[in-house]
């Protein structure tokens, strides 16, 4: 059985949808992030970046880094249909997974923690316009090859929707980004709304988008 | 009619990993140099205006190198850089997402702070340093966690992960000494370098290492 590290409004919800869409037994731990145990050493021995998630495998093997859970659990459950089987529509998809979790998440984390980037004491509000325009300039470029939608690829959903709605709905201003990226709206609500995807979302209290106009 | 994979390149950057997967591979490959970054030709081939892009033999343009990475390890199963089993794979995805999100990212801080703070020059100094104090907790983290047993990520076995932390490595702005006070960072990188691919693309990319 699989064991995930969690708290809400994490990378641990696109972790959990991968599980939960391809049929994987697990179990959950909270890390109760506001009290900053993910800093702790308990949680440290287990991953010592201190970021949620984290994943134990059923051989016992501990992973980190959310992206690369993904494809691990795609490994694993090689037929449950979650990620395109075409060479080229697969190459699109690593691209895009790598380009959402090390440019996209990454400049959240930015805004989100502006002290880590900053050794100045009243250097936060510098790397947060930062990372607030470059967000914005990574999202353009994102919705441009989100076409025609509502799912990046015309065969459904795939395990890269969720991941792209998680660090949408993250944005500092999802109203504005909804509005300037009718694409990433559309996939928000396409992934927000699908039966099994809504629940986890829910669990995770992860933002809602306004419905569309 | 299969094209070549075309790689867009310059120096010091990303495009090394990539090359040397493809030179290792054996795979039919052309390679162009990107003068201008931020020059309208290339911005419509990378809107980030970022190299490395990799155009596959179908036409299908990627940017992003781990993804690369990832690409060329299912192209050619049977290379040295692939992982071989269950296992391995799991261990090299996880380090190879730790590598282009947490340290390359640490890199970009270090060299391209202008992109990290709108504040004025004090500001981006405030912000390098940050970045080299990140740096240094990372490469703890990487050669306690990644090179555990060693010598390669895999173990006995190279793979595309450990080329793609001594490129990371070599960006280090004393490479010499972060391989020293990281014995088995510095014992793995050594091992990279002696591969006969190694040695003739570092000095095309101005990469190395001074020892």
């Not at chain 1, 659990?73 to 090689?78: G, S």
């Not at chain 1, 927000?192 to 106009?213: F, I, K, L, N, Q």
């Not at chain 2, 290792?24 to 931020?38: F, K, L, W």
């Not at chain 2, 390359?104 to 100094?125: C, K, L, N, P, W």
């Amino acid at each position: 059985m699989y064991k995930l590290y969690w708290s809400r409004r994490t990378g641990a919800f696109a972790v959990e949808t991968a599980l939960t869409l391809c049929g994987a037994p697990f179990e959950r731990e909270q890390v109760d992030h506001k009290a900053g145990a993910q800093r702790e050493a308990a949680y440290l021995a287990i991953n010592p970046v201190g970021q949620v998630p984290a994943l134990a495998l059923p051989g016992g093997q501990v992973m980190t880094e959310s992206a690369a859970m993904l494809l691990h659990i795609l490994d694993a459950y090689p037929d449950s249909g979650f990620w395109p089987s075409d060479t080229a529509e697969r190459a699109m998809a690593y691209r895009w997974l790598v380009f959402a979790s090390a440019q996209l998440y990454e400049t959240d984390l930015r805004y989100s923690y502006p002290d880590r980037y900053t050794t100045a004491p009243d250097g936060a509000e510098g790397v947060r316009q930062a990372a607030h325009a470059q967000v914005d300039r990574l999202w353009s470029i994102l919705a441009e090859a989100l076409t025609p939608g509502p799912f990046f690829f015309e065969q459904g959903l795939t395990l890269l929707d969720p991941y792209l709605a998680m660090v949408a709905a993250w944005h500092y201003d999802l109203p504005r980004l909804c509005a300037a990226e009718p694409r990433v709206h559309a996939l928000l609500e396409a992934v927000t709304s699908h039966p099994e995807v809504g629940p986890v979302w829910r669990r995770y209290d992860m933002p809602m988008p306004a419905p569309a106009a | 009619m299969a094209q070549p994979y075309r790689l867009y390149w310059s120096p010091t950057t990303g495009s090394f990993v990539v090359e040397l997967m493809l030179r290792e591979a054996g795979a039919p490959h052309e390679t162009i140099r990107v003068e201008d970054r931020r020059g309208e030709d290339f911005l419509a081939v990378n809107p980030l205006g970022k190299v490395p892009v990799l155009e596959l033999p179908d036409g299908t343009v990627m940017t992003e190198s781990a993804a690369m990475v990832l690409q060329l390890f299912e192209a050619y199963p049977e290379a040295d850089f692939t992982p071989k089993d269950a296992e391995a794979w799991t261990k090299a995805r996880r380090w190879l997402m730790f590598l282009t999100c947490e340290l390359y990212t640490a890199y970009q801080q270090m060299y391209h702070s202008e992109h990290f703070t709108v504040g004025s020059r004090i500001a981006r100094e405030e912000v390098k340093s940050a970045g080299r104090g990140r740096i240094r907790e990372l490469w703890k983290i990487f050669e306690a966690q990644a090179l555990e047993p060693g010598p390669f990520v895999l173990g006995e076995h190279y793979s595309g992960v450990d080329a793609y932390a001594a490129m990371i490595a070599s960006w280090d702005q004393s490479p010499d000494v972060l391989l020293t006070i990281r014995p088995r960072l510095g014992k793995m990188v050594r091992a990279v370098c002696d591969r006969p691919e190694t040695a003739a693309l570092l000095e095309k990319y101005k990469l190395g290492f001074g020892t």
